[in-house]
């Protein structure tokens, strides 16, 4: 009796979302290594679903069997800050240094960096011809506002590039939130475990006109491991 009471003695709401961190294989191809955390989402979202069978016969094809099938755990995040790791973990790919930089810049002084070979164009503000056009230097330039382009050689600068084969690798994720207690308000620690969530390779993020910050979501779903568990949720006690 105490079990089937206990749902009405022990009630949470979840009021947030989690702290996640994401695991990679380590060398012993173990999901050991972490590779992202995330602690600025906006949402998290687990959906599972399954599919069904039926069997119908008899006069009037009555339902005689319904059986379920096919468990699989949908899981969406929308985080509010972007970083380079974050790109490169969820396109699958990697963070390595640039060769260059490019520069579009109006300025009243000529730029005090060393171009590229060939790279400087300066354009007049106000229209007209252009003063430099595929030039190794600023020299062309006298004096005034103009439109600098022009690239720079870098080492040092974050980039990552997105081919056409890249796509992300299965990963183990353990987010960590709190629920409210029904009837005493204490905050409970849940941790929540998927230990082989496939990051899907859609992904998208926009650029708004009005200023307001860009949020990106990305999503995936989660594969069974060799004891077919695709969610844990553990209860960690109180904060």
Same mark, same amino acid.
């Given at each position: 009796?105490?079990? @089937?009471?206990?749902?009405?003695?022990? !009630?949470?709401?979840?009021?947030?979302?989690? +702290?996640?961190?994401?695991?990679?294989?380590?060398?012993?191809?173990?999901?050991?290594?972490?590779?992202?955390?995330?602690?600025?989402?906006?949402?998290?979202?687990?959906?599972?679903?399954?599919?069904?069978?039926?069997? !119908?016969?008899?006069?009037?094809? +009555?339902?005689?069997?319904?059986?379920?099938?096919? !468990?699989?755990?949908?899981?969406?995040?929308?985080?509010?800050?972007?970083? %380079?790791?974050?790109?490169?973990?969820?396109?699958?790919?990697?963070?390595?240094?640039?060769?260059?930089?490019?520069?579009?810049?109006?300025?009243?002084?000529?730029?005090?960096?060393?171009?590229?070979?060939?790279?400087?164009?300066?354009?007049?503000?106000?229209?007209?011809?252009?003063?430099?056009?595929?030039?190794?230097?600023? %020299?062309?330039?006298?004096?005034?506002?103009? #439109?600098?382009?022009?690239?720079?050689?870098? %080492? %040092? +600068?974050?980039?990552? @590039?997105?081919?056409?084969?890249?796509?992300?690798?299965?990963? #183990?994720?353990?987010?960590?939130?709190?629920?409210?207690?029904?009837?005493?308000?204490?905050?409970?620690?849940?941790?929540?475990?998927?230990?082989?969530?496939? @990051?899907?390779?859609?992904?998208?993020?926009?650029? +708004?006109?009005?200023?307001?910050?860009?949020?990106?979501?990305?999503?995936?779903?989660?594969?069974?491991?060799?004891?077919?568990?695709?969610?844990?949720?553990?209860?960690?006690?109180?904060?």
């Amino acid at each position: 009796m105490a079990n @089937i009471l206990q749902h009405n003695i022990e !009630r949470f709401g979840m009021v947030t979302v989690m +702290d996640v961190v994401l695991y990679g294989l380590d060398s012993n191809n173990d999901f050991l290594k972490p590779v992202l955390f995330l602690d600025t989402l906006k949402m998290t979202n687990i959906a599972t679903e399954g599919s069904a069978k039926e069997i !119908r016969g008899g006069i009037g094809n +009555d339902m005689l069997i319904n059986y379920d099938f096919g !468990r699989t755990a949908n899981i969406e995040m929308q985080d509010a800050l972007l970083s %380079t790791e974050s790109l490169a973990v969820l396109w699958g790919t990697s963070v390595g240094n640039t060769t260059a930089v490019d520069y579009n810049e109006v300025r009243t002084s000529a730029p005090a960096a060393t171009a590229v070979a060939g790279s400087v164009y300066i354009y007049p503000v106000d229209g007209g011809a252009a003063v430099a056009e595929g030039e190794d230097d600023f %020299t062309s330039y006298s004096s005034g506002e103009a #439109r600098f382009i022009y690239q720079v050689a870098s %080492t %040092t +600068d974050d980039e990552i @590039i997105l081919t056409n084969d890249n796509f992300p690798s299965v990963l #183990r994720m353990v987010g960590e939130t709190f629920v409210i207690d029904e009837r005493t308000g204490v905050k409970k620690k849940i941790q929540i475990e998927v230990p082989k969530l496939k @990051i899907n390779s859609n992904f998208s993020f926009s650029l +708004d006109a009005e200023g307001d910050a860009s949020v990106f979501d990305f999503s995936g779903v989660a594969l069974a491991n060799a004891s077919g568990e695709i969610i844990k949720v553990k209860h960690l006690g109180n904060y």
